[in-house]
């Protein structure tokens, strides 16, 4: 599949936004469907539709099929050892938040630390926020370079005997960071903590093997990387969480109900309470299947050329300021970045009359704006179809921009 030629699988990505072709460069957001999945989608609910594993008619066992073949692909998808590892959820929050309520609320207790970083989207800070205020336990952060990167220095530095669980993000949503998690990883399990990766903007970008991370939970979604919105993986090691309590209860993750006591299905049933996300499920695992037909490597290796041009661009632009690691090595498909005396918000309104759409505000970080001393950024974030030309596009329309702006205060 040639890359200069992907946009045309894509439906919405064909359409004019404001008189101007649409350039879509907010894939940290969301990223657009393949017309393949959207097929996948319309032939269950036009064929099959049927609830897993609680009918014997045909329409019930092609649903249950196809959900549970869902989860054999996102189970090669991220190398983990056994499909029981892999739980279907809402998405990267859900995922979290199963995490915080089920391990950390269960076996975490008062004096006990918790370890993430300024960098963590809010849905990788909140649940540890209230999971250590219902327990007691305390929540540290690991400081942060000048560049926006961690310096194992300082998580060494962070970690003390009371240490019991770190949870960091693969990919900054903002700064584009790619975290050194292996190392991460493997200075935890020497102090006995359990560590958990919010791979919400990784597993699409590049190849992710928990087994080689070595990470005890990790959570994405599904709508991050072409997949249905409304779907998500939490992976864990199956020996964490056979010991973890399911926090939904009712539908398909019992075993035996009596009037006063109840048991739960073996994993990764017991976590998937009520009606599974069916057409979502099936959806991801389309969608996994085009990734692969391209190769995550390739994706890579597309990004970073992107990344690198567009630093060179945006860098050439008088008055811009750029966050996150210059090197295109150490980041993701993603430029956060402020001209002087230009808002955002006013930026990205403007930029969306020219048919360009990228993100303004806090992007769900807003102790990362803290740490940078601002109130909001512009970001954009590149995409397997994205090209040169789109970058082109948004420079340009970032000079007209500033233009406009500085003309505006003048009068």
């Not at 998500?232 to 009596?258: A, C």
């Amino acid at each position: 599949m040639n890359l200069n030629e992907i946009k045309t699988y894509f439906p919405i990505l064909t359409q004019s936004v404001n008189g101007h072709p649409l350039v879509y460069l907010d894939n940290a957001a969301t990223s657009q469907k393949p017309k393949v999945v959207i097929d996948t989608l319309e032939a269950y609910y036009q064929t099959y539709n049927a609830n897993p594993h609680r009918g014997v008619h045909t329409l019930g066992v092609k649903a249950t099929d196809a959900y549970e073949a869902a989860r054999e692909k996102v189970k090669t998808f991220i190398n983990a050892k056994e499909t029981a590892e892999i739980i279907f959820t809402r998405g990267t929050t859900s995922s979290l938040n199963l995490v915080a309520q089920s391990y950390v609320g269960q076996f975490l207790k008062e004096g006990d630390e918790i370890l993430i970083t300024q960098m963590e989207h809010h849905s990788n800070l909140i649940p540890w926020q209230q999971a250590a205020k219902k327990i007691g336990a305390i929540l540290k952060y690991i400081p942060l370079s000048p560049n926006g990167t961690i310096d194992l220095d300082n998580v060494k530095e962070s970690m003390t005997a009371n240490t019991k669980f770190i949870s960091i993000t693969h990919v900054s949503n903002v700064l584009g960071t790619i975290n050194p998690i292996n190392e991460i990883v493997k200075l935890a399990h020497k102090q006995g903590a359990v560590v958990c990766v919010d791979a919400a903007q990784s597993v699409s970008h590049f190849k992710v093997d928990v087994q080689d991370l070595a990470c005890d939970f990790l959570a994405f979604s599904g709508h991050k990387m072409m997949g249905p919105t409304g779907i998500g993986v939490l992976y864990g090691k199956k020996q964490i969480l056979e010991h973890m309590p399911p926090i939904e209860y009712g539908g398909e993750m019992i075993d035996f109900v009596g009037l006063y006591d109840s048991t739960w299905k073996e994993l990764p049933w017991k976590f998937e309470g009520g009606t599974p996300i069916v057409a979502g499920a099936i959806g991801l695992g389309t969608a996994i299947d085009f990734l692969e037909q391209i190769g995550l490597e390739t994706i890579r290796l597309h990004e970073k050329k992107l990344a690198n041009f567009a630093l060179e661009q945006l860098s050439a632009i008088k008055g811009i300021s750029i966050y996150g690691p210059k090197n295109p090595e150490q980041r993701g498909g993603v430029i956060t970045f402020n001209i002087d005396n230009v808002h955002p918000h006013d930026l990205a309104t403007f930029l969306d009359q020219e048919g360009i759409a990228i993100r303004a505000g806090h992007h769900c970080c807003q102790p990362l704006m803290k740490w940078l001393n601002v109130s909001a950024t512009a970001r954009a974030s590149f995409y397997l179809y994205n090209t040169e030309e789109d970058i082109e596009f948004l420079i340009n329309g970032i000079k007209k921009a500033k233009v406009y702006f500085e003309d505006a205060f003048a009068i």
